[in-house]
């Protein structure tokens, strides 16, 4: 058992920031954008703080929770990650304890009296905790120095990660007031931003967005059949410098099965949410302490995984949104050192999320006929449920939705009642909005410029020097390995050849309107095409660029291909040269060949 001594912080403080850091985190100097975060909040600012995983955002609580003397209070989502931070800050010597369900009543009772007692630096718990009567009315007795939200996208429910927990933060923190408030994450957009700003009631607060590039992640986007990625996932993982890695399965059932099959070549386990807590402790602990090399798991793994070393974050399946994709592969590569990001999917995977789609938004009229149920008066969930021909699932995700947009009023004891009569327009907004998450990952896949630079617009860092990534898969492709280049076919080239002269002569067009004049008859499929034109861009050959139009009040979205001054002066014998991505590796020879003649075109 590891002695801790325990810091003395609750005398005055001397010295400058530098000096806190140093003497209480061991740490030598700041990391960008650490220290102007931490005088914000040690001024007592409200503070929004977007940076990337491993960027250091938890010392931009810590820190200011010591310099301000007093119990630092963290909301924070997973046990797990409760867990790991309160033993981290034990270990530097800081009194810190936790809150959760896993926890005794008598336990939980004891840290209760010490954070009143003000015997802790800093006091985790769960947001479900303040549904709890008189758990809120505990905290303010307290009256914590600091209050940070963690992983803050999940109070909005225009996340990608939205929990309802966390919208009873806007209606219980401002007991704890005047200690400022900052909330932290690692993925939101301006409209994100925006609503965790209104929920949590913050004071004129800063926003500090700042770091989306990650500058030694490179990005690949693999159009591949779902039979075929296993085949893939080994191929790519066979190399020793490409474990540990973090391959996310869609389901839980394809996590189980490819974990299986990884299994026969590599230390691999399967990770989910399915699984008993136990089982998924033992799977984190194994690979964090490399007894595994690779975990295959849902997106229930990974928040606040603090693992510098992995090289490779492979997904199976599109993800669900593009917040969740970055938060994901920010996973990768937290030590700096070089590491990949690939993304296995096909056009299929997007039925599939409108699938999912459909089961959790029901038609309107479903949740309209429980509302019209519902009284002032109370009714007890099982009674109601009777009333409905629906099955259980069906019911409990209705009157969830319900119960997030403000139709209906939940009660600890198990009753409902009605709510107010505003929550259709909210559901409606949030459906519309999740679908529009659907199109802007599908969009990614599909787009044909620097992947980073992509995501960097996505979040609006407008900090950045908006410059090409130079390591992706578009950027880079020499260096690619999941994707490999080959010389066109006859037909390709003539293809090719057609493009290029459609594009002279009409300078741009729509991609739908340049295949039908490029490929008559239809003489290549559709999803061949865009291959070839993702190809003639990373040539500089041709640019392609998303544009939109409005149509009966809808913004309609669609690609517009447009030649270049590279793409003016192209011959057609040099139609041959150009190197075409293929999942199967071409001959050294015939590769080396391609890809030599592809820079030339690029250049």
């Not at 929004?48 to 209070?73: D, E, F, H, W």
């Not at 893939?232 to 059932?253: D, G, H, S, W």
């Not at 519902?374 to 021909?389: G, N, V």
Request: some cysteine; overall charge positive.
């Amino acid at each position: 058992m590891i002695k801790v001594q325990t810091i003395n912080t609750s005398g005055p403080i001397s010295g400058n920031l530098k000096n806190i850091l140093t003497d209480f985190f061991h740490f030598h100097a700041f990391r960008p954008h650490q220290r102007k975060a931490c005088e914000s909040v040690i001024e007592g600012k409200d503070l929004l703080l977007v940076m990337p995983t491993g960027a250091g955002k938890s010392l931009c609580y810590q820190l200011p929770g010591i310099a301000r003397k007093g119990t630092t209070l963290v909301i924070s989502p997973l046990i797990a990650l409760m867990e790991d931070q309160t033993a981290g800050l034990r270990q530097k010597g800081f009194r810190a304890d936790r809150i959760h369900s896993g926890l005794t009543r008598l336990k939980s009772r004891r840290i209760c009296r010490e954070y009143l007692d003000g015997k802790l630096d800093f006091f985790f718990m769960a947001p479900e905790r303040l549904a709890v009567p008189g758990f809120p009315e505990m905290l303010a007795k307290g009256k914590p120095a600091l209050v940070a939200i963690d992983e803050a996208h999940c109070i909005s429910h225009w996340g990608h990660d939205f929990r309802p927990d966390y919208r009873l933060l806007g209606e219980r923190l401002p007991l704890l007031r005047p200690a400022p408030f900052i909330a932290m994450t690692a993925t939101a957009t301006s409209r994100v931003q925006a609503d965790i700003v209104r929920q949590l009631r913050m004071n004129q607060p800063e926003l500090r967005i700042h770091g989306f590039r990650r500058t030694n992640i490179a990005i690949e986007l693999v159009e591949i059949p779902p039979a075929d990625r296993t085949r893939k996932v080994i191929e790519i993982l066979k190399a020793n410098e490409r474990r540990p890695a973090i391959i996310y399965a869609p389901t839980r059932q394809k996590t189980e099965t490819l974990a299986m099959e990884l299994s026969n070549d590599f230390k691999a386990a399967p990770y989910h949410a399915g699984l008993a807590p136990e089982i998924r402790d033992g799977v984190q602990a194994a690979f964090l302490s490399e007894k595994l090399e690779i975990i295959v798991a849902t997106i229930a793994f990974g928040m606040g995984i603090d693992k510098p070393d992995i090289r490779t974050v492979i997904h199976t399946a599109l993800p669900g949104s593009l917040e969740g994709y970055y938060q994901e592969i920010g996973r990768a590569g937290r030590d700096g050192k070089p590491s990949r990001a690939i993304l296995l999917h096909a056009y299929g995977d997007r039925r599939v999320h409108q699938f999912f789609h459909e089961k959790s938004y029901p038609h309107e009229k479903v949740l309209k006929e429980i509302y019209r149920r519902l009284k002032k008066d109370r009714l007890s969930l099982e009674s109601l449920a009777k009333e409905f021909s629906m099955g259980e699932n069906e019911f409990d995700i209705a009157l969830e939705k319900l119960r997030i947009h403000g139709g209906a009023r939940m009660e600890p004891d198990k009753t409902v009642r009605r709510g107010h009569d505003r929550w259709l327009n909210s559901y409606r907004a949030q459906s519309d909005h999740r679908l529009k998450q659907i199109e802007e990952i599908s969009r990614f896949v599909s787009s044909s410029s620097c992947r980073m630079l992509h995501l960097i617009q996505h979040f609006g860092d407008s900090e950045d020097d908006g410059r090409p990534c130079g390591i992706c898969d578009f950027c880079a492709p020499e260096k690619a390995i999941a994707v490999f280049y080959r010389g066109p076919t006859k037909q390709e080239e003539k293809i090719i050849w057609r493009i290029m002269s459609t594009l002279k002569r009409f300078n741009s067009l729509s991609t739908g309107r340049l295949y039908e004049a490029s490929c008559p008859h239809a003489s290549i499929s559709r999803s061949d095409f865009e291959s070839l034109l993702k190809s003639l861009a990373g040539a500089s050959l041709v640019t392609v660029r998303e544009d939109a139009f409005e149509k009966n009040g809808k913004r309609i979205h669609y690609k517009r291909a447009g030649v270049t001054k590279n793409g003016r002066s192209l011959r057609f014998e040099a139609c041959k040269s150009l190197s075409l991505s293929s999942l199967e590796r071409a001959p050294r020879t015939a590769r080396k060949k391609a890809l030599v003649r592809g820079e030339k075109g690029r250049k």
